[in-house]
């Protein structure tokens, strides 16, 4: 039912705060029994959406004051807007987001896109996303796209559909990008995250994996590793194969990693043991099991991200083996859990939290149309040796 409201004859126009009250009862004062207390009762439910023209009717100004007021935009007295806020606050008065963006071109709205909300991984690089977009006063709207770019094409329009003011993308592809360039191409605002997108000039936000890689798998090899595994849920149409071009940037980058610090030590990658494709637990389970109980084992699994870390850790445990008497183990990402295993696990760290800070200061900076710093900031992955990693089993040893 809509409530019409009588009109209000005021003899003078009261000025300060001590009048709002007087003034949302007077603009109220039509409506009568159960109704009126609703409208006067903050703690009761509202009879209808509480408009612009309801507080500018309560502070006693027109309603394009009110309206400049609650906006922040245009010219208005001091005196005038304390009162429209002041009203506003009383009403409880909540803008029309959408037709505020109308108006002012700006919603205050982030869109992030990343690949798997449930990954730890993304779940601290949002934290940091969010809690920065807070401190500048923007909202954020958060998609999950399962690593797959069709999913990611659509979470891009339906984030540009909603007039976000920027977008924040980890993408699932490195290669499939023509979404991402039209994005750019159309002046809206986009930082990468956690991804690079060879010939796409925008702000990055991502770790040198290959350096790390080179590091975590020279370290493997110096221990005695030659049969040395890698898994990943990154989606290729086959097994992988020497030279076979990888869509994402991260996983091109720890695999260029490896065989360069295999091919320093004057041996092979074992492409046989690199494994694409994991999906969910129970994949990883039978991905690792498969690589241990083979003729000639892998005697070092490196996970590439926690998710898989953590099914790899149950299914060596689950086949009665032993971390690291039978099979050394490495991971990338240091979340909690990690310290607290027997042993605990050795891993490569990030700085993820403050990656999600940098990404969402990149992205209000171009926002608010500030220049970008003279160099922007680098971030580096540190190689954390715990007790996972030893010598592989005698017999291996003798083969090598």
Same mark, same amino acid.
């Given at each position: ?292 109980? !083979?003729?000639? &084992? /892998?005697? +070092? ?5 926690? #998710? @898989?870390?953590?099914?790899? $850790?149950? *299914? ?53 149309? !500030?220049?970008? &710093? /003279?160099? +922007? ?5 540190? #190689? @954390?040796?715990?007790?996972? $990693?030893? *010598? ?9």
């Amino acid at each position: 039912m809509e409530v019409l409201l009588s009109p209000v004859s005021v003899p003078r126009i009261e000025t300060g705060l001590t009048s709002i009250a007087r003034n949302v009862i007077e603009a109220t004062s039509g409506v009568k029994g159960p109704l009126r207390k609703a409208v006067m009762n903050s703690d009761a439910s509202r009879r209808r959406d509480v408009t612009v023209a309801d507080v500018a009717k309560a502070a006693q100004v027109s309603k394009a004051q009110a309206a400049r007021a609650l906006g922040n935009y245009g010219a208005v007295s001091d005196d005038v807007r304390e009162r429209v806020l002041a009203a506003a606050e009383e009403l409880e008065y909540r803008p029309n987001e959408l037709a505020r963006s109308m108006n002012t071109g700006k919603s205050h709205t982030i869109g992030v896109v990343v690949g798997d909300i449930e990954n730890p991984h993304f779940g601290l690089a949002t934290r940091g996303i969010t809690d920065t977009a807070k401190r500048s006063g923007f909202n954020v709207i958060l998609i999950n796209t399962d690593e797959d770019t069709e999913a990611e094409i659509d979470a891009v329009r339906v984030l540009l559909d909603k007039r976000v003011d920027g977008l924040i993308v980890a993408p699932a592809s490195s290669v499939e990008t023509q979404h991402l360039r039209r994005v750019h191409e159309s002046g809206r605002p986009l930082v990468l995250l956690d991804r690079k997108a060879p010939g796409l000039d925008v702000d990055t936000v991502a770790v040198d994996m290959e350096d790390i890689s080179h590091e975590s798998t020279s370290y493997l090899l110096k221990s005695g590793h030659r049969r040395i595994a890698f898994i990943s849920t990154l989606k290729t149409a086959g097994p992988y194969h020497d030279g076979l071009q990888l869509d994402s940037s991260q996983i091109s980058d720890r695999r260029d990693g490896m065989k360069r610090a295999f091919e320093e030590a004057g041996l092979e990658l074992p492409v046989d043991l690199i494994r694409l494709n994991a999906g969910d637990d129970e994949s990883i389970k039978k991905i690792t099991r498969e690589l241990v109980q !083979r003729p000639d &084992p /892998a005697t +070092a699994i490196i996970a590439s991200d926690g #998710l @898989i870390g953590l099914s790899v $850790v149950e *299914a060596i445990h689950e086949l009665g083996l032993s971390i690291p008497d039978d099979v050394s183990f490495l991971m990338y990402d240091d979340f909690a859990w990690t310290r607290l295993t027997t042993p605990p696990l050795t891993v490569i760290a990030q700085p993820v939290y403050d990656m999600g800070v940098a990404a969402a200061s990149a992205l209000i900076r171009q926002i608010e149309g !500030r220049k970008a &710093p /003279a160099a +922007a900031p680098t971030f580096t992955a540190a #190689l @954390i040796r715990r007790g996972s $990693v030893a *010598a592989p089993p005698a017999q291996e040893q003798d083969r090598a």
